[in-house]
């Protein structure tokens, strides 16, 4: 299995090879040019695509990852930012990436993040995406259309509250007493009737329904 690892940084690079398993082979790309030329000749060779964002010209760099998601949707992205940015989480994360990292992440936490990412999870943690959505819900503004929960039945409208809490599948699915496929079942109705794209644009969109009424 092949990551593609857009990477300028010797250092974290070398890092990565040291934690991943040795079943997983990492492709080195040292712009944005080649990790286009990569994925250009072969993007299903691909499992992961894993994002260092350096300092320099860190804005620029991370709306050229929405641009690169969005042209190679189905790549699991997960960044590695050097430095904390709320803004650019919340932005990242809203277009669909699935999940960030500190550069220098362990062996073992390396391994439950790729766990988390195939469960089709967002990497983040509970607190982390809990507390992104409370504290940028107010000031900036999401994808989704101006729509009311009111077509969706009483269990989606809680399936939905509770992934507004930052709640994952399998937590919701213990909180209503059934199965993580129906919860996916429920998630995949939900985004359906809200066009909400993803988690925390339905999580917006459950905290604009409550200030308006």
């Not at 391994?111 to 607190?127: N, R």
């Not at 504290?135 to 809680?158: M, Y």
């Amino acid at each position: 299995m092949k990551i593609l690892c857009w990477n300028t940084n010797e250092a974290v690079w070398n890092h990565w090879n040291q934690v991943t398993r040795s079943d997983l082979t990492l492709v080195r790309a040292k712009n944005l040019s080649e990790t286009y030329q990569l994925l250009k000749n072969a993007a299903e060779d691909f499992a992961y695509c894993f994002i260092y964002l350096e300092d320099e010209n860190f804005s620029e760099q991370v709306e050229q990852v929405v641009t690169l998601h969005s042209q190679y949707p189905e790549n699991k992205v997960i960044v590695f930012p050097n430095k904390a940015s709320q803004a650019a989480a919340l932005r990242l994360l809203s277009v669909g990436i699935n999940g960030q990292c500190q550069p220098f992440i362990g062996r073992q936490q390396l391994e439950l993040v790729l766990s988390v990412v195939d469960s089709g999870e967002i990497w983040g943690g509970k607190a982390f995406i809990e507390n992104l959505i409370k504290q940028t819900a107010a000031v900036l503004e999401t994808e989704v259309r101006d729509v009311e929960l009111d077509d969706l039945s009483e269990r989606e409208n809680k399936v939905a509250h509770l992934v507004a809490q930052g709640l994952s599948n399998k937590e919701v699915a213990n909180n209503m007493n059934v199965t993580e496929r129906t919860v996916k079942a429920h998630l995949t109705a939900i985004f359906k009737k809200t066009s909400a794209k993803d988690r925390l644009s339905l999580a917006m969109l459950v905290q604009k329904s409550h200030k308006v009424h």
